[in-house]
């Protein structure tokens, strides 16, 4: 069984500036995406990222018992991470749809598009693509050859990139609610849940290095802001997460 119950506090953490991803790109001026100083982002100011649910010490929160294997940890959190991000997506999902959400984007107008079965890569609207992370994460964890859960059964060799890829597609749905939701999260008073979830999932992900950095860089000015509220990881039990995440 896992232990679920330790996922109910949620959220983030740290990653590399977005001005050195987005100084390698190639400006093309034909291509949609805006300048980024054209980007309001008000979840960037100082009273919104202020706003959590928890104090709770998210360093300590990751690390994995002695006593649990490691998939089962990975296998615990992915379920968990997936139920929260849905749950919020689904309190904001009746405002995003083909008209207001064209595309799947995320901060700096980065745009997600799904690749199908055979490969190929489509641009979907923001609603169909969550439609299709969704359905395909709900499938992969209620396969039981993937996600076993009877006593005796073997995680696949293969586990762990397949949390990653779940992973990947969690933070693209974080990413478009951040940047095209982030006045319906103020509406309904979901921002401060949201930052406690991203600062949870960051945490872990950096923790155990599940997300490349590049996967990231695009809410790192936000997950910089959301580090610099946490204890300093140096100072608790926790402190081997410290090499991997920044407060500056």
Known sequence: ????????????????????????????????????????????EEQFVRDRITDTDFYRLVSIPECLDYNEWLATHAVSFFNHVNLMYGV????????????????????????????????????????????????????????????????????????KRIHKYLLHIIAHIYHVHYKELLMLGLNGHMNSLFTHFMVFNIKFDLLEEKEYDMLNELLKALIKQLPDPNQNDGSEVAPQISRT
């Open 1 to 44: 069984m896992r232990p679920g119950k330790l996922m109910d506090e949620q959220c983030g953490v740290f990653m590399i500036t977005l001005r050195r991803f987005l100084k390698g790109r190639r400006k093309d001026k034909d291509s949609p995406t805006p300048p980024l100083q054209d980007e309001y982002r008000q979840y960037l």
């Open 92 to 163: 904001i999902s009746e405002y995003c749809t083909g008209e207001t959400c064209a595309t799947m984007t995320g901060p700096g107008n980065v745009q997600f598009c799904w690749t199908d079965e055979k490969g190929k890569k489509n641009k979907e609207s923001a609603a169909q693509y969550i439609d299709y992370v969704t359905t395909y994460i709900q499938k992969t964890i209620s396969d039981e050859s993937i996600f076993p859960t009877k006593f005796g059964h073997p995680f696949p060799s293969t586990f762990e990139g397949i949390v």
